[in-house]
């Protein structure tokens, strides 16, 4: 049987491709599609929003119908909504927004008590590969003589509300665990003085309609390493959260994330 999927913010950037996808995959079944009733294109078919054609699925604000998984790729006020969606309906959700607060994110790991949650800042592939390539780079330099320096640059679309990226937070929080780095800052400007090496800076760039890419630069004396991840376009994004609903439907309720997925 496929898996029942809603797509919560389905009018969005990323909601759109979310339908587009998801209707082409045999084993998944789109039963909903979610948006909020001040949008533009409420209540039109979310196919032709996402440009595949009919569909006859609605934007609508609430359902009747049950699904297995709930997809959230939209802003954190739409994340809250996803997380009320899932719990209500005892159904998977996978938590791909961004941008959260610390409320939202409370809510997300109360959710967890009682449903399963994928939660990741990247539904990438080859964004997790590359995170977990880090945390191996990071385990081995973190008491290479000299010391390592580490800076991540991402880039994005102008469009993107927050900065820096969650998954350039994610690679740092999995870097400073394993080199026990404590600060982080957020680009340099002035006279910083020289640079300490128990810090991990950030530098976010906004440009036209990148949609993600990402360079972990771990600085050494003599020699330098660069791992860098880069989509062309938002469907890798799309493809890992559909995967993640069929992953995490009809699972016990905990916290996942994509290595479970993945299986790294």
Request: aromatic share 6%.
């Amino acid at each position: 049987m496929p898996t029942k999927v809603a797509i919560n913010g389905a009018a969005g950037r990323m909601g759109q491709r979310l339908v587009a996808l998801g209707c082409q995959d045999k084993s998944l079944e789109l039963v909903a599609c979610f948006e909020y009733s001040g949008h533009p294109k409420f209540g039109q078919d979310a196919g032709n929003v996402a440009g595949v054609g009919e569909l006859g699925l609605y934007l609508v604000d609430h359902t009747d119908e049950s699904y297995d998984a709930i997809i959230d790729f939209s802003v954190p006020e739409g994340a809250h909504a996803a997380v009320e969606r899932a719990v209500t309906a005892k159904a998977a959700l996978v938590m791909a927004t961004t941008g959260l607060k610390e409320e939202h994110k409370a809510k997300i790991r109360e959710a967890a008590n009682v449903i399963p949650v994928v939660w990741a800042p990247s539904m990438s592939t080859t964004v997790n590969l590359t995170m977990k390539l880090c945390e191996i780079a990071a385990e081995a330099l973190k008491d290479v003589p000299g010391g390592a320096d580490v800076e991540i640059l991402e880039r994005h679309h102008r469009f993107k509300e927050d900065s820096p990226s969650g998954t350039a937070l994610r690679f740092g929080e999995l870097i400073a665990n394993k080199m026990g780095i404590t600060r982080h800052i957020h680009g340099r400007e002035g006279r910083p003085g020289a640079r300490p090496h128990d810090e991990i800076a950030y530098h976010a760039i906004r440009t036209g309609d990148n949609p993600g890419e990402h360079t972990i630069i771990f600085g050494l004396l003599g020699e330098t390493m660069e791992l860098t991840v880069r989509a062309s376009n938002r469907d890798c994004y799309a493809s890992g959260a559909l995967q993640a609903a069929k992953f995490a439907a009809g699972k016990p309720p905990g916290l996942y994330n994509m290595n479970d997925v993945l299986g790294l």
